[in-house]
């Protein structure tokens, strides 16, 4: 329990407890969600990082440990746009945990407090979503180029089957394990940041009511 919540616990209960009065709870409530909230993007940040030290990794050293590079120029293309593109999302996202962070570390109206609140929970929600979408579609790049390394289309009807069947199997194990993998660590980390914003914003519209 943190002090927040042992405040209100005691609030007015406790004789033996300082007095705390509404103002109080509600600076701290603020100060609280402006923790919250920087927490969010910190996160966020430190996956930025983590992600472009993985992809510097790979692309320094995948190719030197092959020897070879299989994948075609066209497939090259639209690997390199998705990875542009994801990362122009991302930044636009940390940008925006930013505002809100900065939005909820300078307000003193409750109302606007309540919005960011709220704007802050839907934008963790879409960031969540569109790394779930960005795993599918790194999951569909990564098939199709095991297709092409394997040369499925010069193989008979029966063996171009088999691989079909089996990339689509493997593929879809992986994913489902990817995916869930990765929602636990989103509700770990974003949804409990989230749950505890939400519990923030109602309790400051009990303190209003």
């Known amino acids: ?5 042992l405040l209100k616990q005691h609030w007015n209960k406790d004789g033996d407890f300082p007095k ?5 709870i509600r600076r701290m409530l603020y100060k609280s969600s402006s923790s ?14 983590l992600g ?3 992809n ?8 030197v ?3 070879r590079d299989t994948d075609p120029l066209w497939l090259e293309i639209i690997d390199q746009s998705i990875n542009v593109i994801s990362y122009v999302i991302t930044f636009y996202f940390i940008y925006t945990f930013f505002q809100a962070y900065y939005k909820i570390k300078n307000t003193n109206n409750t109302k606007d407090l309540l919005n960011d609140i709220l704007v802050s929970r839907k934008t ?15 999951l569909t790049i990564g098939s199709i180029s095991f297709i092409i390394e ?9 063996e171009m089957m088999l691989y079909a069947i089996f990339t689509i199997i493997a593929v879809s194990i992986m994913g489902f394990f990817i995916i869930k993998l990765m929602k636990f660590y989103f509700r770990l980390i974003y949804i409990r940041l989230v749950n505890k914003l939400d519990k923030n914003y109602d309790e400051l519209v009990q303190l209003e009511d």
């Open 1 to 5: 329990m943190d002090g927040l919540d």
């Open 124 to 138: 963790v929600n879409q960031y969540i979503s569109f790394n779930i979408y960005l795993i599918i579609i790194s």
């Open 65 to 67: 440990e092959t020897g």
């Open 20 to 24: 705390v009065n509404k103002e109080e």
């Open 56 to 63: 510097a990794w790979f692309f320094f050293f995948s190719d």
């Open 150 to 158: 394997k040369h499925i289309f010069d193989k008979s009807t029966g």
């Open 36 to 49: 919250l909230a920087k927490w969010i993007f910190f996160v966020s940040v430190i996956e930025l990082f």
């Open 52 to 54: 472009l030290a993985f």
